[in-house]
């Protein structure tokens, strides 16, 4: 069964440090996958995806994200982080483009001044 | 890009109550519609999904249902609400990427 893990629930960092946020998925078959942030009380945004072709991809904010088929990872990064970047993030895999996505329980981000 | 549209933003409701949330939305036509859930502690739970008007497929069984009677219209109801109802309720609309609305936050007590 397809299925997106997180396995960190809360991170904090430092304002200016770097950010590493960790997400293994389970598909049979090439992935897609999305990595979204929501603030609190809002919806989802969608940060970056990866369909194919070159792993790591760049998104909105200065996250970026690789695919690394091996690890079955896409993990999220961000060399410098921001007070603002203080939200939720969600990882997801769809079965293509389109179509129902599965998501990961989220994690929490707090950034300390 | 799209623009979906919640309403209402908020609602407390009494168990036993009926349930009526609305999503619209506003480009493309014929869009892929969806509700996800989001519990507490749970992540986001997908319950329905629409690829056009009239059509609804359901995820998990439940206490709740969907109707889309318009192109860009997606209700999610129920009949008598439970406390297990209760969670932030996303609506998401689908144009090559999922789009996602503002949310609904129900209470139900």
């Known amino acids: 069964a397809q299925s997106v893990t997180q396995p960190d629930i809360h991170i904090t960092v430092s304002e200016g440090a770097s950010l590493e946020l960790r997400c293994n998925y389970s598909?049979?078959?090439?992935?897609?996958l999305f990595w979204y942030v929501q603030s609190p009380g809002q919806g989802l945004q969608l940060l970056l995806k990866?369909?194919?072709?070159?792993?790591l991809v760049q998104g909105i904010k200065g996250f970026e994200a690789e695919f690394k088929r091996s690890q079955s990872s896409f993990n999220l990064r961000k060399p410098s982080v921001h007070w603002s970047d203080a939200a939720e993030y969600f990882c997801?895999?769809?079965?293509?483009?389109?179509?129902?996505?599965?998501f990961g329980k989220g994690t929490k981000l707090s950034v300390k001044p | 890009s799209q623009t979906i549209h919640q309403w209402p933003a908020t609602l407390v409701q009494p168990v036993g109550s009926p349930l009526s949330l609305e999503c619209t939305v506003e480009?493309?036509?014929?869009?892929?519609l969806y509700w996800y859930r989001q519990a507490a502690g749970r992540g986001l739970q997908l319950l329905f999904y629409?690829?056009?008007?009239?059509?609804i497929s359901s995820e998990v069984p439940q206490n709740l249902s969907a109707s889309r009677p318009q192109d860009r219209q997606f209700i999610l109801s129920s009949k008598k609400l439970l406390l297990s109802d209760s969670g932030f309720y996303l609506c998401?609309?689908?144009?090559?990427?999922?789009?996602f609305g503002p949310g609904t936050r129900l209470t139900v007590l």
């Open positions: 990866y369909f194919s072709g070159d792993t």
């Open positions: 998401a609309a689908e144009y090559n990427e999922q789009f």
């Open positions: 997801a895999v769809g079965e293509g483009s389109q179509g129902n996505l599965i």
């Open positions: 598909y049979g078959a090439t992935p897609y």
């Open positions: 480009g493309t036509s014929n869009p892929n």
């Open positions: 629409s690829v056009g008007i009239g059509q």
